[in-house]
């Protein structure tokens, strides 16, 4: 069964060289945008939601700076770095081991529930999150295999999630709530609770996934514990806006806003998945909106936390260049969210078009962010965030628990 096998797995592997790496990148990642987001308004709202973790992680989700594992189409950290601080903060090295663990079963579970669950409209970060954040607290607190296994089973009635929250404060808020439930599935695994472990067989195939997956059926056949690795996200806004931005800011270099007539964005279907707002009103509507993504590629030096305020987006130049944008979205290009290419065509008020195109994001598996970058995002995070006293180096498993008590700790 699933669960038993996904409960061995996470028990019995040792992570390598490679594992650590990934972990202390998702652990610097995710504290500095949790951190970033400390004068939020959502975190008044988080004062009643149950416990750290749930706090920390909405906190960590709300701006959409967080990373994402691409096969599984899951905010993976954002989940599992809260949770593993939050029962297990006290000791680096467990902390760091639960999140492995809890990482890699929400890549596999999220894997097998596959592209197909997302296009659905599930927001697979909180359907497949549940059960993980239930390892990543049954791993803190060294509870049994069979125990996490019948607690991957008891996440199974919490593991909801859609993506009609997009946009709004529950979307940050459903995932904290992921992260809460998880810790509540081990908790009364812990105390005895007992479970039908062929339940997740059975709600993998509800939502339209695959029970039979190899990553869930076979996890030790992957060499990573997280396979395929984590993304980076640049700009503080959906990961299907990192690469139009992308092309926009570095193929066609910098443009005089004033002189663009028309803009034209070509990119597989797919890829345009949860942009569910095309003509935003909010700065929140906006981390949705490729034809907002147009507008501060055009007319932001950087497409900053400023960006995607409200201010930014009530701008009368904002609604001009959302209003000339043209989204072709042609078919049989593949179906995930970065099959294919984006190409833009620029057309200039003296008749001239640029063009140019992106494959891979900045930040991607594929184009990892350099140490340079990884710095530089992490002092744009702690900047807004009132820190002065703290430095990038300063965000190690050792740390990240009390950062995030001592700074995000109250709620008035």
Same mark, same amino acid.
């Given at each position: 069964?699933?669960?038993?096998?996904?409960?061995?797995?996470?028990?019995?592997?040792?992570?390598?060289?490679?594992?650590?790496?990934?972990?202390?990148?998702?652990?610097?990642?995710?504290?500095?945008?949790?951190?970033?987001?400390?004068?939020?308004?959502?975190?008044?709202?988080?004062?009643?939601?149950?416990?750290?973790?749930?706090?920390?992680?909405?906190?960590?989700?709300?701006?959409?700076?967080?990373?994402?594992?691409?096969?599984?189409?899951?905010?993976?950290?954002?989940?599992?770095?809260?949770?593993?601080?939050?029962?297990?903060?006290?000791?680096?090295?467990?902390?760091?081991?639960?999140?492995? =663990?809890? %990482? *890699?079963?929400? +890549?596999?579970?999220?894997? #097998?529930? $596959?592209?197909?669950?997302?296009? /659905?409209?599930?927001? &697979?970060?909180?359907?497949?999150?549940?059960?993980?954040?239930?390892?990543?607290?049954?791993?803190?607190?060294?509870?049994?295999?069979?125990?996490?296994?019948?607690?991957?089973?008891?996440?199974?009635?919490?593991?909801?999630?859609?993506?009609?929250?997009?946009?709004?404060?529950?979307?940050?808020?459903?995932?904290?709530?992921? =992260?809460? %439930? *998880?810790?509540? +599935?081990?908790?009364?695994? #812990?105390? $005895?609770?007992?479970?039908?472990? /062929?339940?997740?067989? &059975?709600?993998?195939?509800?939502?339209?996934?695959?029970?039979?997956?190899?990553?869930?059926?076979?996890?030790?056949?992957?060499?990573?514990?997280?396979?395929?690795?984590?993304?980076?996200?640049?700009?503080?806004?959906?990961?299907?806006?990192?690469?139009?931005?992308?092309?926009?800011?570095?193929?066609?270099?910098?443009?005089?806003?004033?002189?663009?007539?028309?803009?034209?964005?070509?990119?597989?279907? $797919?890829?345009?998945?949860?942009?569910?707002?095309?003509?935003?009103?909010?700065?929140?509507?906006?981390?949705?909106?490729?034809?907002?993504?147009?507008?501060?590629?055009?007319?932001?030096?950087?497409?900053?936390?400023?960006?995607?305020?409200?201010?930014?987006?009530?701008?009368?130049?904002?609604?001009?260049?959302?209003?000339?944008?043209?989204?072709?979205?042609?078919?049989?290009?593949?179906?995930?969210?970065?099959?294919?290419?984006?190409?833009?065509?620029?057309?200039?008020?003296?008749?001239?078009?640029?063009?140019?195109?992106?494959?891979?994001?900045?930040?991607?598996?594929?184009?990892?962010?350099?140490?340079?970058?990884?710095?530089?995002?992490?002092?744009?995070?702690?900047?807004?965030?009132?820190?002065?006293?703290?430095?990038?180096?300063?965000?190690?498993?050792?740390?990240?628990?009390?950062?995030?008590?001592?700074?995000?700790?109250?709620?008035?």
């Amino acid at each position: 069964m699933i669960a038993s096998t996904l409960a061995t797995w996470a028990v019995d592997t040792v992570p390598e060289d490679a594992d650590r790496a990934l972990a202390d990148r998702g652990l610097l990642d995710t504290v500095a945008v949790a951190l970033a987001a400390r004068a939020h308004p959502i975190r008044q709202v988080t004062a009643a939601l149950d416990g750290d973790a749930a706090r920390w992680a909405t906190l960590a989700h709300v701006i959409d700076f967080d990373d994402l594992h691409l096969p599984s189409t899951t905010h993976i950290s954002t989940i599992c770095v809260p949770v593993a601080l939050a029962t297990g903060g006290d000791d680096p090295e467990l902390a760091m081991r639960a999140y492995l =663990a809890g %990482a *890699g079963v929400m +890549a596999r579970l999220g894997t #097998a529930l $596959g592209w197909r669950h997302y296009t /659905r409209g599930w927001h &697979a970060t909180t359907t497949a999150g549940v059960p993980a954040a239930a390892v990543v607290a049954g791993v803190a607190w060294g509870l049994s295999e069979e125990q996490i296994s019948r607690a991957i089973a008891l996440a199974i009635p919490a593991s909801g999630g859609v993506q009609r929250a997009f946009g709004t404060d529950a979307k940050s808020l459903q995932v904290g709530m992921a =992260a809460q %439930a *998880g810790i509540q +599935a081990a908790r009364l695994a #812990a105390a $005895g609770a007992t479970a039908d472990l /062929r339940a997740v067989e &059975a709600w993998i195939d509800l939502l339209g996934g695959d029970p039979g997956h190899p990553l869930v059926t076979d996890p030790s056949s992957d060499a990573q514990m997280v396979p395929g690795g984590l993304a980076i996200k640049v700009y503080p806004a959906c990961y299907a806006l990192q690469r139009p931005i992308g092309a926009l800011r570095h193929t066609l270099g910098a443009l005089r806003p004033e002189d663009v007539v028309a803009v034209r964005v070509t990119t597989p279907r $797919g890829t345009v998945t949860p942009l569910v707002h095309h003509r935003p009103k909010t700065g929140l509507e906006a981390k949705f909106s490729l034809e907002y993504a147009v507008a501060t590629a055009l007319l932001d030096e950087h497409s900053g936390f400023w960006a995607f305020s409200d201010e930014a987006v009530r701008r009368d130049e904002v609604e001009r260049l959302v209003g000339l944008t043209d989204v072709h979205l042609p078919a049989g290009q593949g179906d995930g969210l970065l099959d294919g290419s984006v190409e833009v065509e620029i057309e200039l008020r003296d008749g001239h078009t640029l063009r140019g195109s992106l494959d891979l994001p900045p930040g991607s598996p594929g184009n990892p962010p350099t140490p340079e970058e990884m710095t530089a995002k992490v002092a744009d995070c702690i900047a807004p965030a009132g820190i002065e006293d703290l430095t990038p180096s300063d965000l190690t498993w050792a740390t990240g628990a009390r950062l995030l008590r001592t700074h995000l700790g109250a709620t008035s």
